[in-house]
Nanobody, 117 residues
């Protein structure tokens, strides 16, 4: 399984971006997620979605502003980010968890999101 993120970039506070994670290989049934890591900080969970579309509660830091979705036919996962804040600046990673596993075993290279005030 290979994951490739795209859609990052620079945006002003209050703006929006949509990140895309394109998956290749066998991902049927996989749970997908987005994480982020800001410079000098630990990796942070952002959003998770099951194969059937069930969404795990968002962390308070992004709740109400970010939405995860997926298109299984296109083998893609999206992260819609609205009302971006400077503290959202980070490298965003897509991750995949295969059936029966309790951790994410596949990761993309990440895409940088920079939010200026």
């Amino acid at each position: 399984v290979q994951l490739v993120e795209s859609g990052g970039g620079s945006v002003q506070a209050g703006g929006s971006l949509r990140l895309t994670c394109a998956a290749s290989g066998r991902t049927s049934g996989y749970t997908m997620a987005w994480f982020r890591q800001a410079s000098g900080k630990e990796r942070e969970f952002v959003a998770q979605i099951s194969w059937s579309g069930g969404v795990t509660p968002y962390p308070e830091s992004v709740k109400g502003r970010f939405t995860i979705s997926r298109d299984n036919a296109k083998n893609a996962v999206y992260l819609h980010m609205n009302n971006l804040k400077p503290e959202d600046t980070a490298v965003y990673y897509c991750a995949a968890q295969s059936n029966g596993k309790n951790q994410f075993g596949y990761w993309g290279q990440g895409t940088l999101v920079t939010v200026s005030s």
